[in-house]
């Protein structure tokens, strides 16, 4: 059962890989309950799970508004054909992508690529004023075999940030180009928890993800899909550990052992790490979530790396307890934080 604190739902899993949650069902419930007339917008880096697909297609045939943004990269071919034939002969790497995306145009959405230089790494959508937010890519190995989030939040307040930004999206204002755009997210009281919203790189989240360490007081705790030496989130966490705030964290195997991960870094600090994924059934952890005092999380796209803040599209979504009351928001805090234990547990090694 996904962890509830009145209009904010959080789905930790997938089942697949003894998480709590199913990541699927709350993104078909999500496309399923838009009506006719009403906008449903999604923004996603990728999409190749039919159920997903058809979810979207049902949408648009009941007489949804359906805007649809992707990264273009899986549409396109690894080489040029040498002729028209050729072009027109289905294989290689992302067809399925290929055959869903021209499934859902055909459907009569309205779908465009994103043609940013760098990655669209967005997972979004909003109809309504509810929004559906995380880690989680709308593929069949992000719903069964990837370690993910899934975040509803149902406040007009927060929807309108999510749809500015799509609207920035759908206008061509992508990652460096986004960056002109002058007003922030305002932080949002929901069911008496705070929610903040931010996009990279027009706000910067790995600042606000900086400043939330420094105000930790007696743990942080993490699980991020990919953490690198270019981001300044590891200096901040070796920071707090001098001060002697006590950091665990997970780091995706193969992610982690890159040359230019943080994972040395933070070892040598004495900061305890496992790595985890890669192995037997399970894919990647792709989390990129962070628990701070078991008071409030970061969840979202957002990777710890230069690219991610500088020139990627990402969100992250701080959610945190209202005036430092042991509230709503220390309750999705905990569920976070059992969640990276779980993971530590269960599939972890020593880095």
Do not use: C
Not at 58 to 63: I, P
Not at 340 to 348: L, S
């Amino acid at each position: 059962m996904p962890i509830r604190a009145g209009d904010i739902e959080v789905y930790l899993g997938p089942t697949e890989q003894g998480g709590p949650d199913s990541l699927i069902a709350p993104i078909v419930a999500f496309i399923d309950g838009a009506r006719r007339r009403q906008n449903l917008m999604i923004a996603v880096q990728e999409i190749d799970n039919q159920e997903i697909a058809e979810a979207i297609i049902r949408a648009r045939l009941r007489g949804v508004n359906v805007d649809l943004v992707v990264e273009q990269s899986y549409l396109l071919g690894k080489s040029r054909p040498d002729d028209l034939m050729e072009a027109l002969q289905p294989g290689g790497a992302h067809e399925v992508n290929r055959f869903l995306f021209n499934a859902i145009l055909r459907s009569t959405a309205d779908v465009k690529m994103d043609f940013n230089p760098s990655i669209f790494h967005q997972k979004f959508m909003v109809l309504g004023n509810s929004v559906l937010t995380g880690s989680t890519n709308f593929t069949t190995t992000g719903v069964t075999k990837n370690l993910n989030h899934v975040v509803e939040i149902h406040n007009r307040g927060v929807a309108t940030a999510f749809k500015d930004e799509f609207n920035e999206i759908k206008h061509g204002r992508f990652g460096k180009r986004s960056v002109d755009r002058e007003e922030t997210p305002k932080e949002a009281i929901v069911s008496e928890t705070r929610v903040k919203p931010l996009f990279a790189p027009d706000h910067g989240p790995e600042m606000e993800i900086m400043k939330q360490i420094l105000k930790a007081q007696k743990r942080i705790d993490f699980a991020v899909f990919t953490f690198a030496k270019s981001s300044g989130i590891d200096d901040a966490l070796i920071s707090a550990h001098k001060r002697g705030v006590k950091i665990t964290g997970v780091l995706d195997r193969r992610q982690g052992n890159q040359d230019w991960a943080a994972k040395d870094s933070l070892k040598k600090a004495g900061i305890k790490l496992k790595l985890a994924g890669g192995r037997g059934a399970l894919g990647k952890l792709h989390h990129k979530l962070m628990v701070i005092d078991d008071k409030l999380a970061v969840f979202g796209s957002f990777n710890y790396t230069k690219p991610a803040n500088r020139s990627n599209d990402e969100n992250i979504v701080v959610i945190g307890e209202l005036f430092n009351r042991a509230d709503k928001g220390g309750k999705i805090a905990r569920a976070a934080r059992k969640e990276i234990d779980r993971i530590a547990e269960e599939f972890g090694t020593p880095a």
